[in-house]
């Protein structure tokens, strides 16, 4: 097993307190509990003074949520479903996936997106250990087992008994690469391409690519 570590001593996208079940700061209403919490008092302050001064407007909070909402999955897939069927972009992709990504008109902004690819002797498996940089912009808001502690940390010890348990065995034989992402960089999986679609199309192959192979802790679906 090979785990790839970087430096965490800077700004992260974590899921923290202050954030919404929705990955981003929303007008907020004290809850049933009766009262906001500390965080969020501080970004409605800070929130509301950039308004005020002019720095933004409502409008442009509005607009930063809509983007964040539009970020999902199927942006991914159909990312690794043009590298499957288009070897030149694959190339392009492995060796500069955030150029790649623009290619198809899909922003990711001064993340560097690093593309790892499975083959029949090599899976990688993506974590952040520190917290839950994830390439939010392909795949739209980790998932809760992502930014869990178990995870985080298990995927780093035992990884091959972790993605047992998340019905994707991996054999001895193979190897196993962990990825630690950090805030200036982002991986994404690009999974094996299952056997028999070769005639399927490229809408029909992003169908196969779900959330969770693009982390790793699946395979791509079979048609």
């Given at each position: 097993?090979?785990?790839?570590?970087?430096?965490?001593?800077?700004?992260?996208?974590?899921?923290?307190d202050h954030?919404?079940?929705?990955?981003?700061?929303?007008?907020?209403?004290?809850?049933?509990?009766?009262?906001?919490?500390?965080?969020q008092?501080?970004?409605?302050?800070?929130?509301?003074?950039?308004?005020?001064?002019?720095?933004?407007g409502?409008?442009?909070?509005?607009?930063?949520i809509?983007?964040?909402?539009?970020?999902?999955?199927?942006?991914?897939?159909?990312?690794?479903?043009?590298?499957?069927?288009?070897p030149?972009?694959?190339?392009?992709?492995?060796?500069?996936?955030s150029?790649?990504?623009?290619?198809?008109?899909?922003e990711?902004?001064?993340?560097r997106?690093?593309?790892?690819?499975?083959?029949?002797?090599?899976?990688?498996?993506?974590?952040?250990?520190?917290?839950?940089?994830?390439?939010?912009?392909l795949?739209g808001?980790?998932?809760?087992?992502?930014?869990?502690?178990?995870?985080?940390?298990?995927?780093?010890?035992e990884?091959?008994?972790?993605?047992?348990?998340?019905?994707?065995?991996?054999a001895?034989?193979?190897?196993?690469?962990v990825?630690?992402s950090?805030?200036?960089?982002?991986?994404?999986?690009?999974?094996?391409?299952?056997?028999?679609?070769e005639?399927l199309?490229e809408?029909?192959?992003?169908?196969l690519?779900?959330?969770?192979?693009?982390?790793g802790?699946?395979?791509?679906?079979?048609?």
């Amino acid at each position: 097993m090979t785990i790839d570590h970087h430096d965490h001593e800077h700004g992260h996208d974590h899921g923290h307190d202050h954030e919404d079940n929705h990955g981003h700061h929303h007008p907020t209403l004290p809850d049933e509990a009766g009262g906001l919490s500390q965080y969020q008092v501080m970004e409605i302050a800070v929130r509301e003074l950039l308004i005020e001064k002019g720095v933004f407007g409502a409008a442009d909070v509005r607009r930063a949520i809509e983007a964040m909402d539009g970020r999902h999955a199927g942006l991914g897939a159909s990312f690794v479903a043009r590298a499957w069927v288009d070897p030149a972009f694959k190339a392009r992709a492995l060796a500069d996936g955030s150029a790649a990504a623009r290619e198809l008109g899909l922003e990711i902004g001064p993340t560097r997106l690093i593309v790892v690819e499975n083959t029949q002797s090599l899976h990688n498996l993506v974590v952040c250990t520190l917290c839950s940089c994830y390439p939010r912009m392909l795949l739209g808001l980790p998932p809760d087992w992502y930014k869990s502690r178990a995870y985080r940390s298990r995927a780093v010890h035992e990884p091959r008994a972790v993605l047992a348990e998340f019905g994707t065995p991996i054999a001895e034989d193979v190897e196993l690469r962990v990825h630690d992402s950090t805030a200036d960089m982002r991986y994404l999986v690009m999974p094996l391409r299952p056997a028999g679609t070769e005639a399927l199309d490229e809408a029909a192959l992003a169908a196969l690519v779900t959330r969770d192979s693009m982390i790793g802790v699946a395979l791509a679906e079979t048609p």
